[in-house]
Nanobody, 125 residues
Framework: QVQLVESGGGSVQAGDSLRISCTASGRTAKNKNMGWFRQAPGKEREFVAAIYWNGDYDEYLDSVKGRFTISKDNADNTALSQLQMNNLKPEDTATYYC????????????????WGQGIQVTVSS
């Protein structure tokens, strides 16, 4: 079992940067791939970024490539994934969710086994 807790959200202006974090706790946390999804009001939850458990591979939504960077740091019984978001745009406004899994298919919701509670990111113009 893995527990995920997000932190670091908030309200910023367009063009600003923000870093959100996800702490994964549990005996197998360091062996999990980790990802970020987001959901804006009235829209479906969409894939944003994901990273292999050891950091060897990452993947991004096209609209955030070059602006967002995902990272993962492992320790005994914990892992920390961070999403550095630069040059934020109003269309990035959403609730951001952290997820963890052992499989691939990063862009599919059903590929992810564990989810955080979500954290709000608001970007104003």
């Amino acid at each position: 079992q893995v527990q995920l807790v997000e932190s670091g959200g908030g309200s910023v202006q367009a063009g600003d940067s923000l870093r959100i974090s996800c702490t994964a706790s549990g005996r197998t946390a360091k062996n999990k791939n980790m990802g970020w999804f987001r959901q804006a009001p009235g829209k479906e939850r969409e894939f944003v970024a994901a990273i292999y458990w050891n950091g060897d591979y990452d993947e991004y939504l096209d609209s955030v490539k070059g602006r967002f960077t995902i990272s993962k740091d492992n320790a005994d019984n914990t892992a920390l994934s961070q999403l550095q978001m630069n040059n934020l745009k109003p269309e990035d406004t959403a609730t951001y969710y952290c997820a963890a899994s052992t499989g691939g298919g990063f862009r599919l919701l059903q590929s992810w086994d564990y989810w955080g509670q979500g954290i709000q990111v608001t970007v104003s113009s």
